[in-house]
């Protein structure tokens, strides 16, 4: 599987699709006007480990719902990001068995190399 989930309006992930190869081999999914299912998330979180690490705590609603003062579940983390696109952490890669999220420098050097494969 190759996939990618990303937002249209977002230059970031914008950006780092312009750094990957081929990028025409991936099935590419915007969040907003597509949004993921239950099922997708729950792939994402058996490869990523936890909901939380697909959670983006830089989400502008993040604060503004005052999510930042509560402890968050495993749980909540999945509901909100069901309920909100804005809070997965984004891009979200699929190469195979691999999972890339975010747009750590890091991450993206990973996941730009793990796509020239």
Same mark, same amino acid.
């Not at 990303?6 to 699709?17: A, D, M, P, S, W």
């Not at 025409?24 to 969040?31: G, L, T």
């Not at 949004?35 to 705590?57: N, V």
């Given at each position: 599987?190759? @996939?990618?989930?990303?937002?249209?309006?977002?230059?970031?992930?914008?950006?780092?699709?312009?750094?990957? &190869? @081929?990028?025409?081999?991936?099935?590419?999914?915007?969040?907003?006007?597509? &949004?993921?299912?239950?099922?997708?998330?729950?792939? $994402?979180?058996? $490869?990523?480990?936890?909901?939380?690490?697909?959670?983006?705590?830089?989400? $502008?609603?993040?604060?503004?719902?005052?999510?930042?003062?509560?402890?968050?579940?495993?749980?909540?983390?999945?509901?909100?990001?069901?309920?909100?696109?804005?809070?997965?952490?984004? &891009?979200?890669?699929? =190469?195979?068995?691999?999972?890339? =999220?975010?747009?750590? &420098?890091?991450?993206?050097?990973? $996941?730009?190399?793990?796509?020239?494969?």
């Amino acid at each position: 599987m190759m @996939k990618i989930y990303h937002l249209g309006n977002c230059g970031t992930c914008q950006r780092i699709l312009g750094e990957i &190869p @081929k990028i025409e081999r991936f099935e590419q999914q915007e969040i907003k006007t597509q &949004p993921i299912t239950a099922a997708q998330l729950d792939e $994402m979180k058996k $490869m990523a480990g936890s909901y939380e690490a697909l959670f983006s705590k830089i989400a $502008m609603k993040y604060r503004s719902m005052g999510l930042n003062e509560m402890k968050l579940t495993e749980k909540d983390y999945r509901k909100y990001i069901l309920q909100e696109y804005t809070f997965l952490k984004r &891009p979200v890669i699929i =190469i195979g068995k691999k999972i890339f =999220i975010g747009n750590a &420098p890091k991450n993206v050097a990973a $996941m730009v190399e793990a796509a020239k494969g």
